[in-house]
């Protein structure tokens, strides 16, 4: 297998030094996705083939007392500890690794501003750092206050950021990040919902002595009014928590960009938030920031022109926040296609190329677009084609959209006959006739309205907002193979509009004032087959293997087992259906030795822990487990033995070989 490359070799030092590994029985997880390349590789190396089946649960912590519930917040494993966050106050909470015991925990008191946040619960970790020798915990909070912790007490950090005019607030370990992005506000209350909104879920990320935080707003396809705040990038001095640069996401008179915003709805319009994790490459100083698209989902007629930075991959200068490179993944984003995966970092060694450090950006679209991460170069041409039009009144799309030419899509894009459930020629014409009704056609077609001649109920959009690849099962990549590993679900959309007015009505805290002129119908209907099964063919969830040198598909296999529903359905009696997959996308961690991916037995209450071979795709083991991991998985080593992270729910489960577990005699020995 094939040396890491010098550059990440070096990058991979750079954060190792910082106590990644701090002895020779320990292994850390330090970012949310491990490293500041977002792999979710870890070399932990004690659990392999042969053993997966021995693996038992030693510990499990429970987040009820925090109201924890989404499970999203994958822990971070640093210095023999693990930190993490929890429930809709986001408490932040340090856990004994061996015993699962909670050691301390911390949240700010409650504001206005945070009991709005829709994000509250889903809080996705915390970052670290180290300052004057001090090992330091940061979070962004629901009510978008950045805060800094004592690792080892978890009180706010002194002489660290500035006072808040809020009772009970800290006095110190605090920064109001509302003062710093120029609208008018109230401490306790937030910005006024007319105004807009905006939130966090992502952790921040520190890159050098420079901490960049993103930011997260109300989802697109709960919004009816045309005015949000737009989700501009931040920027603090770690050592101090002074602020250090803004970066204006949509970009105003005289930056560049400001040219796609016509009708000048830079002045009102909007999101582009960066909700999802960030990426960064120390060694260089660049953080790389993904986003959505404008104010508001499924309708963009107020906004024309390509809208920079909406839907994007931006590369800025950590510490002054200028901009180094960009590319746009999906110009005039009305399709919910935010960018909803942090970029993946590897240095490649492509034919014909050599050595390129990439960045690669998964999307719910099911393409991979990579880059080379310094020069913002396409490793493999895109090609501009011509997509379909919209003839909702006011709406103007973008003539074409980018295609990369590798990798080839990881899932099904737009649908067509040959796409609908064969099984049997009465279940092809079972499908036809569920989506006669609507219109099919190829990636990136339009929304109808609810009045459009044509009698349309629904555009079918191929993959729909929820992926394709979404955040909750986060793509791992093994850097000593260059294998990326993507997790995906074969997912349609019917996307409708109706009058912003109507849409408006059934929103119970709206943001704006103004209603656009056409806005999502909630009430949605869905192509329904009459026997109830899916009109597509299968697999309904997949996980896509693609060597990142080549950008050739290595291996695609269904995931988990396929539902009972399916596989006892009378429709199919007799026929040999194969492995469909759950529909779920799914959680994943690479090992040294291991794929390793968490999903549902086919009753869909079973939670199963799978092991894969990396090379091939071959399941070589399988446990049961208490629940199915959401989110993300983490895997480390403390005292010798390899742990694996599950995020279930309101829990943590802490998976281990027998010996982990406190309870044994000989705990700790190797």
């Not at 677009?369 to 170069?377: A, D, K, S, V």
Request: aromatic share 10%.
């Amino acid at each position: 297998m094939r040396k890491m490359t010098s550059t990440l070799a070096t990058a991979l030092a750079l954060v190792l030094s910082t106590s990644i590994v701090f002895a020779q029985d320990s292994i850390e997880w330090y970012t949310l996705g491990n490293d500041y390349a977002h792999t979710r590789y870890t070399p932990s190396a004690e659990i392999t083939a042969e053993n997966f089946e021995d693996l038992e649960v030693v510990w499990e912590w429970d987040g009820c007392t925090f109201e924890g519930y989404s499970g999203r917040s994958t822990p971070s494993y640093i210095n023999g500890t693990l930190y993490t966050v929890s429930g809709p106050r986001r408490h932040v909470v340090a856990i004994d690794p061996k015993t699962g015991e909670t050691l301390w925990s911390f949240r700010l008191p409650n504001t206005g501003r945070w009991e709005y946040s829709m994000r509250a619960s889903y809080g996705k970790g915390i970052t670290y750092t180290e300052i004057d020798g001090k090992g330091v915990v940061i979070i962004s909070t629901p009510g978008f206050f950045l805060v800094a912790l004592d690792a080892k007490t978890g009180k706010p950090l002194k002489d660290w950021g500035r006072s808040v005019p809020i009772d009970s607030f800290p006095e110190t370990g605090v920064v109001d990040m509302l003062a710093d992005l120029g609208h008018p506000y109230d401490p306790y209350e937030g910005i006024p919902l007319e105004v807009g909104y905006i939130t966090t879920s992502s952790p921040p990320i520190v890159v050098n002595d420079t901490i960049v935080v993103g930011n997260s707003a109300e989802q697109g396809y709960l919004q009816a009014r045309i005015e949000n705040v737009p989700g501009d990038i931040l920027a603090y001095d770690k050592n101090t928590g002074d602020f250090k640069w803004k970066f204006n996401i949509i970009p105003r008179p005289g930056e560049y960009g400001h040219e796609t915003w016509e009708n000048d709805a830079w002045e009102w319009t909007g999101d582009v938030s960066s909700w999802a994790p960030l990426s960064a490459d120390p060694e260089h100083d660049l953080v790389y920031i993904p986003t959505n698209g404008a104010t508001i989902d499924y309708y963009g007629g107020f906004h024309p022109g390509d809208n920079l930075y909406g839907t994007s991959i931006v590369a800025l200068n950590a510490s002054t926040g200028e901009r180094e490179w960009h590319y746009q993944l999906v110009k005039h984003d009305i399709w919910n296609y935010d960018t909803p995966t942090a970029p993946v970092l590897l240095d490649l060694n492509v034919p014909g190329q050599g050595e390129v450090p990439a960045v690669a950006q998964v999307t719910k679209q099911g393409f991979v677009y990579t880059f080379n991460r310094y020069t913002g170069e396409p490793v493999w041409p895109f090609e501009m084609r011509e997509v379909p039009q919209s003839e909702v009144p006011g709406e103007q799309l973008s003539l074409t959209q980018p295609f990369p030419t590798k990798p080839a899509p990881f899932e099904m894009q737009g649908i067509g006959i040959d796409d609908l459930m064969d099984y049997t020629p009465e279940l092809r014409q079972e499908a036809i006739a569920a989506l006669a009704e609507y219109d099919m056609g190829p990636l990136f077609t339009a929304p109808v309205h609810d009045t459009n001649e044509r009698g349309k109920i629904g555009g079918m959009m191929c993959p729909g907002g929820a992926g394709g690849a979404n955040i909750y099962g986060p793509p791992v990549a093994d850097p000593t193979s260059n294998i990326l590993y993507i997790s995906s679900m074969n997912n349609c959309e019917s996307l409708r509009v109706i009058p912003g007015e109507e849409a408006d009505a059934r929103i119970p805290e709206p943001t704006g004032t103004t209603f656009a002129a056409y806005a999502n119908d909630r009430g949605g209907r869905r192509p329904r087959t009459a026997s109830g099964l899916p009109y597509v063919k299968p697999p309904y969830s997949r996980i896509t293997a693609i060597d990142m040198d080549t950008g050739e598909h290595v291996f695609a296999i269904p995931t988990g087992e396929t539902p009972d529903r399916i596989r006892n359905h009378p429709a199919l009696e007799g026929i040999d259906i194969g492995d469909t997959g759950t529909g779920n996308v799914v959680s994943m961690v690479v090992t040294a030795n291991l794929l390793i991916y968490s999903d549902v037995d086919h009753d869909g209450q079973t939670a199963l822990l799978y092991a894969i071979d990396k090379q091939t795709g071959e399941e070589v083991g399988r446990i049961e487990v208490p629940a199915q991991s959401r989110y993300g998985m983490s895997s480390w080593t403390h005292d010798g033995h390899q742990y694996i992270m599950l995020q279930t729910g309101a829990k943590l489960t802490a998976v281990a070989l027998p010996a982990a577990d406190p309870g044994q005699v000989g705990y700790g020995s190797n």
